[in-house]
């Protein structure tokens, strides 16, 4: 058995069959049983509930290589890269476009996986294709983007015949015509003459301020999707809660932010044990210190049926939750918290 806690940013204190930590392709193609297995990057959107009954893959492949087109510049990234690294190396060499996701926690690898997002930028807009190794075919493959199928928070990736595919790169293009992204109220008010620099100074700024430091204060991140409803639903809403934030996504649909819900809904001071919500960021649960697996699922469960019985929305975990078999299915929380 090996210990999981500090595999994971929210630190529950169990364990794994096993540990293989991946640093070649070769390793990847003699893997002796490759049953019962969890792909795992720096763990920071994974959470641990129990013992995982399985092998735990940790993926440690690295190396960033870079190519200059005319007007772009291609870069292909080993999955185990720190993504934050990745994100100040391509800025020291004056390749913008990726300053507004700086200081996202994990690694290149999982990026894709969720579709990585923050201050107006989605991850996917840089994406060329991402390659991987099918543990069940046996063979690498390549995914160009259209493939991927990205969404709000969202890719092939994270359906269930993907599970065992292993993303060993992914290829980014970086255009070398870049003007800063600041239509996020926390930006807004940087000038549009701002360099990307100066942009991400900000974000990490507003991140560090916003957001609780795993190191000091385990966490996932944000814990729960934002809502997307459909623009009728919005309105009933809004006639009851006028002050709801509503950031349209189309003609139909709109995103409502989960912590405006979960702090209006007053939930903020609700702890299981040792778990909590963050006091500045309804969004983030938080370890204060020995939450177990049950606490943590049992405060979801809690905040998922208030936030049903108040508002009428089903919340989904962003998180990756795990059981001893593997990934928590979603059917799982509305059962059971709604
Ligand atoms: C404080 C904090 C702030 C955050 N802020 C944001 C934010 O602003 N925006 C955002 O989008 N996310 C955010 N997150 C979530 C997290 O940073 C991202 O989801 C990140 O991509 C996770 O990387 P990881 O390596 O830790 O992934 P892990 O937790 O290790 O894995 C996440 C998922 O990816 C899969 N995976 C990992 N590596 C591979 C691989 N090589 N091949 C195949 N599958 C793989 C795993 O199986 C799992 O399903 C935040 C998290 C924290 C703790």
């Known amino acids: 058995m090996v210990s999981l806690q500090d595999k994971h940013s929210f630190r529950i204190p169990v364990y794994a069959r096993d540990l293989i930590?991946?640093?070649?392709?070769?390793?990847?193609?003699?893997?002796?049983?490759?049953?019962?297995?969890?792909?795992?990057?720096?763990?920071?959107?994974?959470i641990f509930t129990e013992d995982f009954d399985g092998s735990v893959l940790w993926v440690q492949l690295l190396g960033i290589e870079v190519q200059e087109e005319s007007d772009a510049w291609i870069l292909n990234v080993g999955s185990g890269e720190n993504w934050h690294a990745l994100v100040e190396y391509t800025l020291a060499r004056n390749m913008p476009g990726l300053e507004n996701l700086a200081l996202i926690p994990g690694s290149v690898g999982a990026a894709p996986v969720q579709n990585i997002g923050a201050y107006g930028v989605e991850l996917s807009e840089f994406v060329v294709s991402v390659e991987g190794y099918d543990l069940d075919a046996q063979e690498m493959r390549r995914l160009q983007n259209a493939a991927c199928e990205f969404n709000y928070r969202e890719s092939i990736f994270k359906t269930s015949q993907f599970s065992r595919f292993v993303i060993t790169s992914v290829q980014l293009r970086l255009p070398k015509?870049?003007?800063?992204?600041?239509?996020?109220?926390?930006?807004?008010?940087?000038?549009?003459?701002?360099?990307?620099?100066?942009?991400?100074?900000?974000?990490?700024?507003?991140?560090?301020?916003?957001?609780p430091d795993p190191q000091q204060i385990p966490n996932a991140g944000s814990f729960f999707k934002n809502p997307i409803l459909a623009v009728e639903t919005v309105e009933g809403l809004r006639a009851q809660y006028p002050n709801l934030p509503v950031f349209p996504i189309d003609a139909a649909y709109c995103k409502v932010p989960a912590g405006w819900l979960i702090d209006k809904a007053g939930l903020k001071a609700m702890q299981v044990g040792d778990?909590?919500?963050?006091?500045?960021?309804?969004?983030?649960?938080?370890?204060?210190?020995?939450?177990?697996?049950?606490?943590?699922?049992?405060?979801?469960?809690?905040?998922?049926a208030q936030v049903y019985d108040i508002y009428g929305i089903r919340l989904e975990p962003e998180v990756r939750l795990l059981n001893s078999f593997g990934l928590i299915p979603k059917a799982h929380w509305w059962h059971h918290g709604a």
């Open 21 to 46: 930590k991946v640093t070649s392709l070769d390793q990847l193609r003699d893997l002796p049983n490759t049953q019962d297995l969890w792909i795992l990057g720096e763990g920071t959107n994974t």
């Open 177 to 211: 015509s870049w003007s800063p992204r600041l239509n996020y109220p926390d930006l807004a008010d940087l000038s549009a003459a701002s360099t990307p620099e100066a942009v991400m100074q900000r974000v990490i700024e507003v991140r560090q301020r916003k957001l």
């Open 275 to 304: 778990a909590g919500v963050h006091q500045n960021q309804a969004l983030v649960l938080v370890n204060r210190g020995s939450a177990t697996g049950q606490d943590i699922t049992e405060l979801a469960h809690k905040i998922i």
